[in-house]
Nanobody
Framework: HVQLVESGGGSVQAGESLRLTCQAS????????MGWFRQVPGKEREGVAA???????FYADSVKGRFTISRDDATKTLYLQMDSLNPEDTAMYYC?????????????????WGQGTQVTVSS
């Protein structure tokens, strides 16, 4: 069983940065793919960035060049560095993990989810 706890969200001005952290507990070493998703009320959850155990990454087009995902399996931590934030990035951000390599970008392929951390960007 794996538990995921996100932190690092908050309220910032456009152009500022935030770093999200996802602390995992349990059998994390078996988590092949890990990712960040976001959701705003009334919209579907969308993939933001994901990384597999070999270091291959996926980024949504809307965040390429601004967000960076990384993982530290030794400390069971997943990070999302978010730079040049804009109001369109406002959402609840969720950490997700799965022991298989299925699809980095598809939320349906992730078995474990955190509770989320809110990111609000004002103009």
């Amino acid at each position: 069983h794996v538990q995921l706890v996100e932190s690092g969200g908050g309220s910032v001005q456009a152009g500022e940065s935030l770093r999200l952290t996802c602390q995992a507990s349990g059998h994390v070493s078996t988590m092949y793919q890990m990712g960040w998703f976001r959701q705003v009320p009334g919209k579907e959850r969308e993939g933001v960035a994901a990384i597999d155990r070999g270091g291959a990454t996926f980024y949504a087009d809307s965040v390429k060049g601004r967000f960076t995902i990384s993982r530290d399996d030794a400390t069971k931590t997943l990070y999302l560095q978010m730079d040049s934030l804009n109001p369109e990035d406002t959402a609840m951000y969720y950490c997700a993990a799965d022991p298989g390599l299925k699809s980095l970008r598809a939320s349906s392929t992730y078995r474990y989810w955190g509770q989320g951390t809110q990111v609000t960007v004002s103009s």
